[in-house]
């Protein structure tokens, strides 16, 4: 049994219906839905202490739900939604100014 708290991100976790099929499938084998905890916004699911499966069931549980895995241990969101963060953010700018631009022709 683990004494820790374990966090894994899932790649493909963008709705509550994914959540719920986590919960489903991943639940038995940690000893309960109540052991889980997923944090939609950022992809995370952590599994509190005293869970039953290893690290490696629990990731091998997971591609039976159309999802992918892996082993976060690591205290920041991963690299790669920092990265789209990022572009989101240049696209949103990109947008404004031309729609500035745009009203801006448009009195002229």
């Given at each position: ?23 489903r499938e991943v639940g038995p084998a940690v000893g309960g839905e109540g ?28 591609p039976r739900t159309g999802m992918k895995a892996e082993s976060w241990t ?35």
């Amino acid at each position: 049994m683990s004494t820790s708290k374990r966090a894994f991100k899932i790649h493909g976790m963008d709705c509550a219906e994914e959540i719920a099929l986590l919960k489903r499938e991943v639940g038995p084998a940690v000893g309960g839905e109540g052991r889980l905890s997923l944090d939609l916004l950022n992809g995370i699911m952590i599994v509190e202490e005293g869970a039953s499966a290893s690290s490696e069931a629990i990731i091998q549980a997971i591609p039976r739900t159309g999802m992918k895995a892996e082993s976060w241990t690591d205290g920041r969101p991963p690299e790669g939604k920092s990265r789209r963060q990022w572009v989101q953010l240049a696209l949103m700018v990109a947008s404004g100014a031309l729609t500035a631009l745009a009203f801006g022709l448009h009195a002229w």
